[in-house]
């Protein structure tokens, strides 16, 4: 463990009044315990990392009672708080652990999670693809940390007397959203939480009481001096009542920017093929991506079969994959309509929480197409994005090279990391265009996976020729876009 590791652990250790000035920490763990509850079916086993003094611990064992759970922290007194605040249940281990190095707590977790204690990471991207190897298949991760623009007030009295602010720097959205680890898919939301404490001084000693006031790395210790003229402006502040940094009394705030993640690893291996639009080309690469990794094959919701051959047919046809290869389809509608209206129109209304991907039977991935574009229809309260997003795999974006695509394809991809869906490439379809390969590059920040020509026939050769084009699924799956 690190000296700094020994400080944090020390400080967490020794905050006694950790309980009574917690009441961010309170709100958070509650919070989080909301969004895991929303987010994730009935765990077996969670791993809960920071535990302090067992404020999420509780909310957990309440919302899966059932459930193993492993309680840790990296400060011995804490592991020994939470054990006290849960008690002894038969179903609760308490360990002390450093989050960073988790391999100790074992693997095979339905959920991990952790309340506040992000923040703390040296290397926060390490630590998340390592706890993400801890998770079983298709296991979530639930955390909260602090986000940037945490402590404005106090930063701002630091700028304005030209003192550098030990507080640690905190990431944006877009720095956490980043590192989620690959292939899975994860999402953050924020909020920003008022604190108001009695006045500045006790903001300082409650940071101290719960543990939280080291500072970061390379900051030195500020003088007497300068401490209390900080103080002081932070006061002052308050002199104009409904000022941005106090309240409605004029007493001084303390603003907390909290960010909630929550990540899921893919249930199987395999990728999801989209497109820009219907007709795009989505059937083709799904040919050449079956062929070419050797894949199993599903459409779930095929239709439009009254004017044309079923997809999975023409993958037969094509010569891409046995018919045992190919999973059958959820559902398969006459009419070439979204599967909302052509469902509605056949009289036979989808029941979306039936469709699940099919089994691993075997090793090989699993290509999923999707039908049309991400935000058709399915039910009236289910667009195709949401079975993405359910199904938790990788999207394959199928796009026109041509004209209008950069549109089209910028406007999806915004769309699927809104969701925080991973996107694994784009396959370019048609005539080349290195206008529009430079644009959705440059601006989606997406790797081409391949681009195929426009073909006047499409048979047998023609798919195994454009598959020989595509990566291998090893590096689909072990790189991000």
């Not at 990296?74 to 190095?101: H, I, N, S, W, Y």
């Not at 062929?291 to 997809?311: F, H, M, N, S, V």
């Not at 006459?334 to 052509?342: E, G, H, I, M, V």
Request: aromatic letters at 6%; proline letters at 8%.
């Amino acid at each position: 463990m690190t000296a700094r590791k020994h400080q944090l652990a020390a400080r967490f250790g020794a905050a006694t009044e950790y309980d009574g000035a917690a009441r961010i920490q309170h709100l958070v763990a509650a919070r989080l315990a909301e969004h895991i509850a929303a987010g994730a079916p009935p765990p077996a086993r969670i791993l809960e990392l920071g535990c302090g003094t067992g404020f999420l611990s509780t909310h957990l064992r309440r919302l899966f009672p059932d459930a193993d759970l492993t309680v840790t922290d990296l400060a011995p007194e804490m592991v020994a708080r939470a054990r006290q605040r849960l008690g002894e249940d038969g179903k609760t281990r308490f360990l002390t652990l450093d989050a960073e190095d988790p391999a100790a707590a074992g693997s095979g977790y339905d959920l991990i999670c952790s309340s506040l204690s992000m923040q703390w990471f040296a290397d926060r991207a390490t630590t998340l693809a390592r706890l993400a190897a801890l998770l079983a298949t298709g296991g979530m991760m639930g955390f909260s940390t602090l986000c940037a623009g945490s402590f404005a007030e106090w930063r701002a009295v630091h700028q304005a007397a030209g003192v550098p602010c030990a507080t640690p720097a905190y990431p944006d959205t877009a720095t956490l959203q980043a590192d989620w680890p690959w292939p899975g898919q994860g999402r953050w939301q924020t909020e920003t939480l008022i604190d108001r404490p009695a006045s500045p001084l006790a903001f300082l000693r409650e940071l101290r009481q719960i543990g939280a006031s080291l500072p970061r790395d390379g900051a030195r210790p500020l003088g007497a001096g300068t401490m209390r003229r900080l103080l002081a402006a932070l006061d002052a502040q308050g002199a104009t009542q409904g000022s941005p940094r106090h309240d409605a009394q004029g007493a001084p705030v303390t603003t907390y920017r909290i960010g909630y993640g929550m990540f899921r690893a893919p249930p199987q291996k395999g990728v999801f093929v989209t497109g820009t639009d219907t007709g795009v080309g989505k059937t083709l690469v799904s040919a050449c991506l079956v062929r070419a990794w050797g894949a199993r094959y599903w459409k779930p919701l095929q239709t439009g079969i009254a004017e044309e051959a079923a997809d999975a047919d023409t993958l037969a046809a094509l010569g891409a994959c046995a018919p045992a290869a190919i999973h059958p389809a959820f559902a398969t509608l006459a009419a070439p309509l979204s599967p909302l209206d052509a469902a509605e129109l056949a009289g036979t209304p989808l029941d979306v929480s039936g469709i699940a991907l099919p089994p691993p039977a075997d090793p090989r991935p699993l290509v999923v197409e999707g039908a049309g574009g991400v935000m058709v229809p399915v039910t009236a309260d289910c667009m195709m994005i949401d079975l993405i997003a359910r199904f938790a795999l990788p999207v394959i974006l199928v796009a026109r090279s041509g004209l209008g695509t950069i549109n089209h394809t910028l406007l999806t991809l915004q769309a699927l990391r809104e969701r925080g869906i991973a996107v694994a490439g784009i396959v370019l379809n048609g005539p080349p265009s290195a206008a529009a390969r430079r644009a959705v590059t440059q601006f989606g920040h997406t790797r081409i996976l391949a681009e195929f020509p426009h073909l006047d026939r499409i048979g047998p050769d023609q798919v195994e020729t454009l598959a020989r084009t595509l990566p291998d699924f090893a590096t689909i799956w072990r790189t991000r876009d």
